[in-house]
């Protein structure tokens, strides 16, 4: 199983399941922090880092490794945390469009996002009713994919109880 990886950070997370897990390929990461960017090039040295998510190349990843089983994403937490200004689609750091932008050029078989749960009822921006998880819900439907969520402990998975909750959209 071929996986993409996206907003990879340091890669302790999706990309290290992918390593850990047999039947899975990590064709390449997607991450522009210097200091990520550095360790996932000594964890990972024969893996590509596309750079930045806002500028995948889908079409040419696509060509490259024909068709992508799996692509994750771990989207910077900052527009929707419950300890941040949760401005949503209205920050800057707001990764959500480009992850979308690369479900719809690369068209994996599956997807899995993972986010804060302050993203399951931030708007999807300020002074708006919608909530920023029923629009992109909406338009992952409109590519044909269905999508469905959760919201898990990092203790169901071996991690500290209680640290940092998670959702992940499957």
């Known amino acids: 199983m071929q996986q993409l990886d996206l907003c990879s950070g ?96 690369i068209r994996p078989r599956f997807f899995c996002i993972e986010n804060v749960p302050g993203f399951l009822n931030c708007p999807v921006q300020p002074g708006r009713t919608t909530l920023y998880i029923q629009h992109f819900l909406r338009q992952i439907s409109r590519l044909g994919y269905d999508a469905e969520w959760l919201c898990v402990s990092s203790g169901s998975f071996g991690g500290t109880a209680g640290i940092r909750a998670k959702w992940d959209m499957l």
């Open 10 to 105: 340091v890669g302790a997370g999706f990309p290290l399941a992918a390593t850990i897990k047999r039947g899975f390929q990590l064709v390449g990461v997607s991450e522009v922090d210097a200091y990520c960017c550095d360790r996932l090039s000594k964890r990972y040295p024969n893996v590509t880092n596309y750079g930045d998510v806002r500028t995948l190349p889908g079409r040419e990843i696509r060509k490259q490794w024909g068709e992508i089983d799996l692509i994750t994403a771990s989207p910077p937490c900052q527009p929707f945390s419950l300890q941040g200004k949760r401005q949503g689609a209205a920050d800057e750091r707001d990764c959500f469009p480009a992850v979308k932008r690369a479900i719809e050029s």
